[in-house]
């Protein structure tokens, strides 16, 4: 499989080129220059098949020949070791629970993939530098995932006081090749420190960067798998109901998470529709109402890892749909909301269907409810990350301590390792200078 920059300024690339450079030299995305249909035989196997199973069948056309089959099939049993339940939350509503990971959040996928990738990829005496930008679980995710990992070093880039204080222990206490940068800015300032290190020719000649943001492919095509995973699950459970009577309302900051799953409606899933559920940051909800795709300055919510001004996936949505604006409409609705309804509807669930909800997964139920009506169909929204890792806002919420499952509890009491700088790219590049050195 080769990979195209969706600015189509910039050579095509094998997967592992495209997974060392990360992002294209001319600021695209790459994008697979095919999209494979999978077969019938796939679908009508899929509720019967392991994680492990079906992520090596959806991914396999993308890594080949770059990554031999059976080294595939390793990669994916290792990253695909921890369960992803559908679990229903009241008649015809599920959640997509994926946060039995390491850093309980749906991002230790992706992470987990891309680092066992790159790891196959560096070479001895050529390390790789990722560099990353997060909201709040993609720096636990990545840190972790490339935790020890050789000839890789590791920098993450998050906003100064917009994390929540054990998003932000789970990437500043691990040493090692992790390097932590507290930024004075917003997260759409770290984002944008990032791509104008990856254009800055300077630093291409010192050093080998690449990035874990979802921007890299690696980072994103496996969440494709949770998808088939899901509908498989979904089929199993109700055998009679028509094949593609599934709505997904999928939480979205950057919106890798919903170009993943529409990627997987186009190798053939049968999924009815998506809804992109957005908070306060609501530029694509804005652009499937108007037609006009207007950034903006983030707004700092609850649900902060969806603090996302300038959504960097979005070109990877358009492209899906040959920006064809009619027909992204015949597939995914938007949907936002504010930061009180948030609360609300936690207390609401938690109390009414004893199910606790995180406050991006809440945001993709409140998206399910509105359209359930109209929709006609089941409803799974995903459940993106441990409502612990939100301890002090859900506890506020509900009145009651929430307990931290055991893979939270090992980051407690740790000394926390961070570097500050001022929303400034000369800061940026003495710190990456200085991994060089090291």
């Given at each position: 499989?080769?990979?195209?920059s969706?600015?189509?300024?910039?050579?095509?690339?094998?997967?592992?080129?495209?997974?060392?450079?990360?992002?294209?030299?001319?600021?695209?995305?790459?994008?697979?220059?095919?999209?494979p249909?999978?077969?019938?035989s796939?679908?009508?196997?899929?509720?019967?098949?392991?994680?492990?199973?079906?992520?090596y069948?959806?991914?396999?056309?993308?890594?080949?020949?770059?990554?031999?089959?059976?080294?595939?099939?390793?990669?994916?049993e290792?990253?695909?070791?921890?369960p992803?339940?559908?679990?229903?939350v009241?008649?015809?509503?599920?959640?997509?629970?994926?946060?039995?990971?390491?850093?309980?959040?749906?991002?230790?996928?992706?992470?987990?993939?891309?680092?066992?990738?790159?790891?196959?990829f560096?070479?001895?005496?050529?390390p790789?530098?990722?560099?990353?930008?997060?909201?709040?679980?993609?720096?636990?995710?990545?840190?972790?995932?490339?935790?020890g990992?050789?000839?890789?070093e590791?920098?993450?880039?998050?906003?100064?006081?917009?994390?929540?204080?054990?998003q932000?222990?789970?990437f500043?206490?691990?040493?090692?090749?992790?390097?932590s940068?507290?930024?004075?800015?917003?997260?759409?300032?770290?984002?944008?420190?990032v791509?104008?290190?990856?254009?800055?020719?300077?630093l291409?000649?010192?050093?080998?960067?690449s990035?874990?943001?979802?921007?890299?492919?690696?980072?994103?095509?496996?969440?494709?798998v949770?998808?088939?995973?899901a509908?498989?699950?979904?089929?199993?459970?109700?055998?009679?109901?028509?094949?593609?009577?599934?709505?997904?309302?999928?939480?979205?900051?950057?919106?890798?998470?919903?170009?993943?799953?529409?990627?997987?409606?186009?190798?053939?899933?049968?999924?009815?529709?998506?809804?992109?559920?957005?908070n306060?940051?609501?530029?694509?909800?804005?652009?499937?109402?108007?037609?006009?795709?207007?950034?903006?300055?983030?707004?700092?919510?609850?649900?902060?890892?969806?603090?996302?001004?300038?959504?960097?996936?979005?070109p990877?949505?358009?492209?899906?749909?040959?920006?064809?604006?009619?027909a992204?409409l015949?597939?995914?609705?938007g949907?936002?909301?504010?930061?009180?309804?948030?609360r609300?509807?936690i207390?609401?669930?938690?109390q009414?269907?004893?199910?606790?909800?995180?406050p991006?997964?809440?945001?993709?139920?409140?998206?399910?409810k509105?359209?359930?009506?109209?929709?006609?169909?089941?409803?799974?929204?995903?459940?993106?990350?441990?409502?612990?890792?939100?301890?002090?806002?859900?506890?506020?919420?509900?009145?009651?301590?929430v307990?931290?499952?055991?893979?939270l509890?090992?980051?407690?009491?740790?000394?926390?390792?961070?570097i500050s700088?001022?929303?400034?790219?000369?800061?940026?590049?003495?710190?990456?200078?200085e991994?060089?050195?090291?």
């Amino acid at each position: 499989m080769t990979f195209y920059s969706t600015n189509r300024q910039s050579p095509d690339m094998s997967f592992s080129e495209a997974v060392i450079k990360g992002l294209p030299q001319d600021k695209g995305l790459f994008f697979p220059k095919e999209i494979p249909v999978l077969p019938a035989s796939f679908f009508e196997a899929l509720p019967t098949l392991s994680l492990p199973e079906i992520a090596y069948q959806v991914l396999s056309p993308y890594t080949a020949p770059d990554i031999a089959p059976d080294h595939l099939k390793s990669i994916c049993e290792e990253v695909f070791n921890f369960p992803i339940p559908l679990v229903a939350v009241e008649e015809g509503v599920s959640a997509l629970e994926l946060f039995y990971g390491p850093t309980c959040a749906f991002k230790d996928v992706g992470a987990r993939f891309m680092s066992r990738c790159l790891q196959a990829f560096s070479t001895s005496g050529n390390p790789v530098t990722v560099l990353v930008a997060t909201s709040g679980d993609t720096g636990s995710a990545v840190a972790n995932g490339f935790l020890g990992v050789a000839n890789i070093e590791v920098v993450i880039l998050y906003p100064e006081g917009g994390v929540s204080d054990i998003q932000e222990m789970q990437f500043t206490t691990l040493g090692q090749n992790i390097t932590s940068v507290a930024v004075k800015g917003t997260f759409d300032d770290c984002q944008s420190l990032v791509k104008q290190a990856f254009s800055d020719a300077e630093l291409a000649k010192e050093m080998q960067l690449s990035s874990a943001n979802s921007i890299n492919v690696a980072r994103w095509l496996p969440q494709m798998v949770y998808y088939f995973h899901a509908w498989g699950q979904w089929r199993k459970q109700n055998p009679s109901a028509e094949a593609s009577a599934v709505t997904f309302a999928v939480p979205s900051g950057n919106f890798g998470n919903l170009a993943a799953g529409l990627l997987a409606r186009q190798m053939g899933l049968p999924i009815a529709s998506f809804i992109a559920a957005t908070n306060r940051n609501k530029i694509v909800p804005d652009y499937l109402e108007t037609g006009v795709y207007t950034p903006a300055p983030s707004v700092a919510t609850i649900a902060n890892a969806m603090d996302v001004g300038a959504p960097n996936n979005f070109p990877r949505i358009l492209e899906l749909f040959g920006n064809d604006f009619d027909a992204l409409l015949q597939v995914v609705k938007g949907y936002w909301t504010d930061d009180e309804p948030i609360r609300s509807i936690i207390r609401e669930v938690n109390q009414e269907q004893n199910y606790l909800m995180d406050p991006h997964g809440a945001i993709g139920y409140m998206a399910l409810k509105k359209f359930f009506t109209e929709q006609k169909s089941a409803g799974i929204f995903l459940e993106t990350a441990h409502p612990a890792k939100f301890k002090q806002s859900i506890e506020e919420i509900i009145g009651e301590e929430v307990e931290l499952p055991e893979q939270l509890q090992a980051f407690l009491n740790k000394p926390k390792h961070s570097i500050s700088i001022n929303n400034d790219f000369n800061e940026l590049a003495a710190v990456l200078q200085e991994q060089v050195k090291l």
